[in-house]
């Protein structure tokens, strides 16, 4: 027994508790070797990330740390505002900006013209109030007051193609309807008359078959001249006041693909008189004018 003590001088408890002080300090060591490989793999892995962006372009990395830098911070949004320019944008207009301006009304001497060309060799003409190729704006003429349709007939139809004249001269057709009152002077004549609702003219050397008028052209000085108003007094004159309007041609020449001459028309409308005229401080909720009342005191 005391043999055995020299030889071990601790007691089984003793060494049972010195092996499980051993086993923490080597679970302790295995745990701080644990963390310091972590910490050094963490540091690996950031020296790889420095050394990869500072083989990338410097300007990019420039670039990177001032995005971080200047990022603004987040505020609370708040509600737009509209433009006061939107505002004004959006509001609809005011009627009185379409209404027509007396810029905009048309002047006695204004000339339209009109010429007859193409496969279908025809135009049409409306004297209007809001609409048609020529307005007037006034409370005198209505819409469509006075349609002018001109048409070309085929001067060489017929003709035997191994016998052809000099000269073509063309021919042509007009047809008159109208929507308002209208008087009508012939050319070479005097005479003032209503005209009907239709109305045919030819522009020719020959009488029509159709008894019609014919007129070989229709010069600036000899025109047919049309009268636009509203009502007409007993005596056959506009109560109110009217527009005339003048028809007339000019003769211009060309040639055919055979080199043949062929005189044609072209056509002119002139407003020759407003009377009495527009009184432009009367204009009404359409955008009218009426006449001037020539008996009202100025």
């Known amino acids: 027994m005391y043999l055995a003590q020299l030889m071990n001088p601790y007691s089984i408890e003793q060494i049972k508790a010195l092996e499980d002080k051993v086993n923490s300090y080597e679970t302790w060591v295995f745990f701080l070797v644990f963390v310091s490989a972590a910490l050094a793999l963490v540091a690996i892995m950031q020296r790889l990330t420095i050394a990869k962006l500072k083989s990338s372009d410097p300007s990019q990395i420039k670039y ?54 193409g496969e279908s060799a025809e135009k049409t003409i409306t004297i209007g109030q809001k609409e048609g190729t020529i307005k007037t704006y006034s409370t005198e003429v209505v819409d ?22 000099d000269r073509i ?15 009508i002077v012939l050319p070479n004549t005097k005479e003032v008359k209503e005209m009907g ?26 025109p047919i001249r049309f009268r636009l108003g509203d009502r007409l007094s007993q005596d056959g004159k506009f109560k109110a006041g009217y527009f005339e ?43 009218l004018f009426p006449m001037i009342d020539p008996f009202a005191k100025v």
Not at 66 to 95: A, F, G, R, Y
């Open 197 to 222: 609702a239709r109305e045919r003219i030819y522009i020719q050397e020959a009488a029509d078959e159709s008894g019609d008028p014919n007129y070989p052209t229709l010069e600036p000085n000899q």
């Open 144 to 165: 469509h007051h006075l349609t002018i349709m001109i048409r070309a007939l085929d001067a060489s139809r017929g003709q035997d193609i191994y016998n052809l004249p």
């Open 245 to 287: 309007f003048h028809l007339y041609t000019k003769d211009v020449e060309s040639k055919t693909k055979a080199g043949i001459v062929r005189i044609e028309k072209q056509f002119f409308v002139r407003l020759f008189k407003i009377y009495p005229g527009y009184d432009t401080a009367k204009q009404n909720e359409d955008g």
């Open 169 to 183: 001269i063309e021919t042509y057709v007009l047809d008159f309807r109208r929507e308002g009152k209208v008087l």
């Open 64 to 117: 990177y740390h001032k995005k971080i830098k200047e990022k603004p911070v987040e505020k609370e949004i708040e509600p737009k505002v509209p433009d006061v320019n939107t505002i004004t944008q959006t509001l609809p207009s005011s009627p009185n900006e379409n209404l027509p301006k007396p810029k905009d009304l048309p002047d006695p001497g204004l000339i339209f013209k009109y010429v007859i060309t």
